[in-house]
T-cell receptor, first 108, second 113 residues
Framework: GENVEQHPSTLSVQEGDSAVIKCTYSDSASNYFPWYKQELGKGPQLIIDIRSNVGEKKDQRIAVTLNKTAKHFSLHITETQPEDSAVYFCAASLGTTFGDGTTLTVKP | DTAVSQTPKYLVTQMGNDKSIKCEQNLGHDTMYWYKQDSKKFLKIMFSYNNKELIINETVPNRFSPKSPDKAHLNLHINSLELGDSAVYFC????????????FGEGSRLTVL
């Protein structure tokens, strides 16, 4: 089955800095790559996604890049704010197999 | 109006007991899922149903039995609970099979003593 690796497992940044989380996947048939944010005590919520026919997608301070040849994709958060602190998950294999998560802490 | 709702939110029970978690979605989606999130926050898919038909059944002990009475409901029944079953269980739905965004419920925290 699909294997999704996510790094780093924890990330601490200063408010205003950028944060980057990376994922690699194994199944070359994967064509949908979402990112979810999970706040404490809540279910994961989609923040951005990308399909395999696109290399990059942006939504305000959040961007996702995809390299299908290398089978990796990344989440970029610019101008981080304390409310960005959460656990972030990537997913692949048609969007149902999740990485192990990254706990992002933004220090004010 | 909650899109994906799960009950109960918290469940504390003894080893060996049987328990159920219910899930309902009002989004009109065809596909529903159960995920397990352990203490390390790892999120693993357990089951998926599309229009009441089982389509994903990961390596899960057969003590876990999902039931979908209609496409808006997916319940999870767990027999002979073990300590290792303690986790947060999330229900999710999507418009169709592998069509994109998953909409998650708030989770049901199961503690087995």
């Amino acid at each position: 089955g699909e294997n999704v690796e996510q790094h780093p497992s924890t990330l601490s940044v200063q408010e205003g800095d950028s944060a980057v989380i990376k994922c690699t996947y194994s199944d070359s048939a994967s064509n949908y790559f979402p990112w979810y944010k999970q706040e404490l005590g809540k279910g994961p919520q989609l923040i951005i996604d990308i399909r395999s026919n696109v290399g990059e997608k942006k939504d305000q301070r959040i961007a996702v890049t995809l390299n299908k040849t290398a089978k990796h994709f990344s989440l970029h958060i610019t101008e981080t704010q304390p409310e960005d602190s959460a656990v972030y998950f990537c997913a692949a294999s048609l969007g149902t197999t999740f990485g192990d998560g990254t706990t992002l802490t933004v220090k004010p | 109006d909650t899109a994906v709702s799960q009950t109960p939110k918290y469940l504390v029970t003894q080893m060996g007991n049987d328990k159920s978690i219910k899930c309902e979605q009002n989004l009109g989606h065809d596909t529903m899922y159960w995920y397990k999130q352990d203490s390390k926050k790892f999120l693993k898919i357990m089951f998926s149903y599309n229009n009441k038909e089982l389509i994903i059944n990961e390596t899960v002990p057969n003590r876990f039995s999902p039931k979908s009475p209609d496409k808006a409901h997916l319940n999870l029944h767990i027999n002979s609970l073990e300590l290792g079953d303690s986790a947060v269980y999330f229900c999710a739905s999507s418009q169709g099979i592998y069509t994109g965004e998953l909409f998650f419920g708030e989770g049901s925290r199961l503690t087995v003593l």
